[in-house]
């Protein structure tokens, strides 16, 4: 009955434990994606970027890429001549691995200056942890006297 109980709590705890550590994806632009005609400044207004999270860039292949650029190349729309800071398959992914200010562009010409670039701010630490759900008048909460009395 041992084995049981212990298998019992370590499901409880595997099932607790994604939800206090895992990161967020953000799809940039949301819907829309990456590509022109996106306020990208109203989309990152009001988000909070943590490290670990991600940016997923989605965009049609060919038409659109992604560099992570310094602040002075998002300011002047300088495309990297180093393409190994680009990412190219339509479906990028970035893990946001350091704290501080990450910038981003389209190095298709013109894009740039047309608005398609990102500037967001990530955080050290991690994301709060979602609130706490409060049980109805018709639920009830399960106490360790309870596992006691399930499992004998």
Known sequence: MGVHRSLVVFAIVALM???LSMATDFVVGDDAG???G???DAW???KQFFVGDNLVFKYMAGAHNVYKVTGDEFQNCTVP???SSGSFSGDDTIRLAAAGE???ICGVSGHCQ???KLK???VDGAAPAPAPVTPGPCSSTLQAADFEILLG
């Open 17 to 19: 434990a994604p939800s």
């Open 34 to 36: 990456w590509g022109l």
């Open 38 to 40: 996106v306020d990208y």
């Open 44 to 46: 990152a207004q009001g």
């Open 81 to 83: 001549s180093n393409n």
């Open 102 to 104: 990450k910038w981003y």
């Open 114 to 116: 047309a608005g398609q």
């Open 120 to 122: 967001i701010t990530v």
